[in-house]
């Protein structure tokens, strides 16, 4: 069974910080995903990593993944307090009929 | 595109009632997935389709339970009778593929008295 993990489940920065948001998972995969969502609204997309050292970045924001450690990283470079928001990291382990996993999220709060 | 369709957003009911919930995936995608968060348990999968076929439904918590798809371009997910413990966000999400990016709906909010 796949298991993702994130850390922390709590982020508490301050603004212009730097921080790491972390994504392990527990079987092969080659194919991430990182979503964001607001407080009372919905899950939007933001990276899709398809293999191994794959880098995505917008904004204040850059994703990589490592597969053979089987880890994605979130990267926050000079916080804002509009980057205030929940994270989850999604899995696709390409076989059965498993769809994506979903991480419990990392709850961030950017305060100034 | 308008996105992932979903109503009501917000439903108020008492203990014992059926709920509806409905749900318009993104033309041309083929999968849609039913999801439930709550502050306790996180985001947890209902139920997924493909090409309108239920292919694991081993999220659906009880009988109560229950989703169809009966054509590419409507979905509902029934809950009867409702219980308070059914509280929470529903949301529906649809995707080219089911492992591919999923586009999340806006969600109904839903409380049980």
């Known amino acids: 069974e796949l298991k993702v993990e994130q850390n922390p489940l709590f982020l508490s920065m301050q603004e212009g910080k730097n921080y790491t948001i972390y994504c392990n998972y527990s079987t092969t995969s080659d194919r991430l995903y990182w979503y964001r969502q607001d407080p009372g609204k919905s899950l939007e997309s933001l990276f899709v990593l398809l293999s191994n050292g794959a880098v995505k970045q917008e904004g204040r924001l850059m994703a990589s993944l490592d597969t053979k450690a089987r880890l994605s990283t979130l990267h926050i470079t000079a916080a804002v307090h509009d980057l205030s928001a929940t994270y989850f990291c999604a899995v696709d382990i390409y076989s059965g009929n498993t769809p994506l996993v979903f991480g419990k999220g990392t709850r961030l709060s950017v305060i100034a | 595109d308008a996105g992932v369709i979903q109503s009501p957003r917000h439903e108020v009911t008492e203990m014992g009632q059926e709920v509806t919930l409905r749900c318009k995936p993104i033309?041309?995608?083929?999968?849609l997935f039913w999801y439930r968060q709550t502050m306790m348990r996180g985001l947890e999968l209902l139920i997924y389709?493909?090409?309108?076929?239920?292919?694991?439904d081993s999220g659906m918590p009880e009988d109560r339970f229950s989703a169809k798809m009966p054509n590419a371009s409507f979905s509902t997910l029934k809950i009867q009778p409702s219980e308070p413990r059914d509280s929470a966000v529903y949301f529906c999400?649809?995707?080219?593929?089911?492992?591919?990016?999923?586009?999340f709906g806006p969600g109904t909010r839903l409380l049980v008295l």
């Open positions: 389709f493909n090409n309108n076929v239920p292919i694991d």
């Open positions: 999400a649809s995707s080219l593929g089911w492992q591919e990016t999923q586009y």
């Open positions: 033309s041309g995608h083929n999968s």
